[in-house]
């Protein structure tokens, strides 16, 4: 049970020290830097061991949506997010990407977007921390053809933002400067 900052024995949760093991496995994943300190906004500051030059850059665990391909080809999971009556709605779902389409199955009595409504799409696997990875998709949800026999009932949704991430290949952020 998680207590508020500076109460009791649920110190250790709320103030993050349950993440002491997440500076050390970036430092094995990123080229064995030593960290000296982290924090939530900025990124890593590591010392380099060239005299203990210490930098302060951004780790990303951002990849190409063309890297995630097959997870969209074969789906773990896979759910939709919106908002019906006010209120947030999340289903899982069946996927099928044909063609740079998303298209999403949802089950009877299942809720399902209405047309036009804004959802989110989330597909992952994996369990272990360098093992998840996601695709999430942001977009309009559209009728798509469906035959009566089947259970489903399919939505395309026409993407306005993609992103993806896989923790296994974390790395430093690439200067812009």
Known sequence: MLRRRGTGPGIRAATGIGFAAFPRAIGQAVQGLTIVGWG???GIVASAGDGGAVVSREVTVRVPLEESLDLLERPARACVGFIRDGQPQIEPVHLRYEGGRYLVGIGPGAFAPDPSDELVLVVDEGVLFFELRAV??????RPAPSSPQERLRWVEVEPSRTSSWHYGRMRWKRDTG
């Open 136 to 141: 999430y998709v942001r977009g309009v949800a």
């Open 40 to 42: 939530r906004m900025k």
